[in-house]
Every structure is written in C-alpha cells, then in structure tokens.
C-alpha cells in the first residue's frame, strides 16, 4: 500500500494502543494523538470543579470551554507528549484509578463527544499522523488509510494495566482492576454514540503474548516498510 498519512488505531482498554500508536509514530516521524487523554484530561477538570459526572448538560458546556493540548515533551522521542488543560500540564494526573472509573461516563455523553472530535480534527490537519482511541476509524478518521484495531484477552489487559498500576506505585488488586476493565468495555462498547467496534475496513491485531516490537513489526509488514 502507498505509505498512509492517516493512520487509525482503536481498541478497548489496554489493548496497548497508546504503547503501539507511539512506536509507530517515532519509526514513521508522523505525531501521535492520543484521543483517550482527552476524555481524561476533561474528566480530571470536570472532577476538580465538583461536576456530577452524570450531569450531561454541565459536561457539555465543560468540554466546549474547555482548551486541551498536546504538547512536545522533553525527551520527545521517549514519550511524546505532555497533555495540558487550559495551560496546565496534567498528563500524570489523569492516569489513575479515580479517572479510570470515571473517564466511561464523560465519553458517552453527546456534547462531550462532539466537542472532541471537533478537536481531533484540527489536530489531524495535515494528516502524517497516528490517532488512538475507541472512534477512530469509525468516526473521526475514517478516511484513514490505515486502520488498526488492536484486541487482546481481557485477563492479558487487566495483567497490563495491573503492573502499570503497580509500577506508578498504587496499591493494585488484580481481581478490582479486571472487574472495572470490563466494565468500562462494556459501557465504551454499549454507549448510543460512536460506541467502540471494529471499522469495516479496519485490520485486526490480537496481541495476545506478544511483545510490543512484534506488533510493531506487523503493522510495518502490513505497509510494505519492515
Ligand atoms: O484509552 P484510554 O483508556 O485512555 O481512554 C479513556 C476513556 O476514554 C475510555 O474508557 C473511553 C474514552 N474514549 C473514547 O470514548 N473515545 C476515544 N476516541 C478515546 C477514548
């Protein structure tokens, strides 16, 4: 295939897409967009001001006030960017169990969405860009060339996300962290709007006992490049 400018990469929770999306990034030159920071940059300030997270209305207005950016990091090439909500930097801030529980009803509601993809697309202008997210190829590229929809089992996520949790230094209880992965699948998948699912078009990758650098190896195999 002629190398993509667009290139989509969806998937449910810690299905290492963000991992994925930033290698792929760094080898091809292009910029990364990681859409779930914004849902959860937005969550964080939606949090902070005491909105109720099932207030559809308050979080529509939130999102449409509100101004996210990515950022180049120090140290680029390691870790992309730094996620920052009206000028302050939270990218640490937003991974963590309390966003995590509560990030799945921001992202449902129909003014929040609208407001994000509004975003996304300025931030795909000009395309050489990789984008990660549940909606991606469905929704807010699915011009994309290339789409990626990353699966793995649901006890090999939670295994994931349970040595990241471990590794930032929060107390980690496997069992809970299984059981809130399912369900913010669930209410990713179920939600009326852009609900996560595979593109038509989109290429499946099971990453299932394989290392980052293999999936890498795929998908660049899939382009022509490796
Ligand atoms: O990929 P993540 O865990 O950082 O995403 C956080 C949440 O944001 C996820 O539970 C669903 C939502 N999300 C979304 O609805 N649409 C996207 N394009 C990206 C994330």
Partial sequence: MPKPSFIAIDGPVAAGKTTIGR???????????????????????GMRLGIDLQDEEGLSRLASSTKI??????????????????????TTEI??????????????VAGVRKAMVELQWGMAEGGKIVMAGR?????????????IYLGASVEER????????????EAADYGAILSELVKRDEIDSQ?????????????????????????LSQILEMMGES
């Fill in 95 to 108: 991974q963590n169990l309390v966003i995590d529980a509560g990030v799945s009803l921001v992202s449902k």
């Fill in 135 to 147: 909606d991606i190829g469905t929704t807010v590229l699915p011009q994309a060339e290339l789409k």
């Fill in 23 to 45: 290698l792929l990034a760094q080898r091809l030159g292009y910029r990364l967009v990681d859409t779930g920071a914004m849902y959860r940059a937005l969550t964080w300030k």
């Fill in 191 to 215: 939600r009326s709007i852009s609900p996560l699912r595979p593109a038509p078009d989109a290429r499946m990758v099971n990453t299932d006992g394989l290392s980052p650098a293999q999936v």
């Fill in 158 to 169: 939670a295994r994931r996300r349970y040595l990241e949790v471990i590794e930032r230094g």
């Fill in 69 to 90: 950016e990515f950022v180049p990091a120090i140290g680029y090439e390691e870790g992309c960017c730094s996620v920052f909500v009206d000028g302050h930097d939270v």
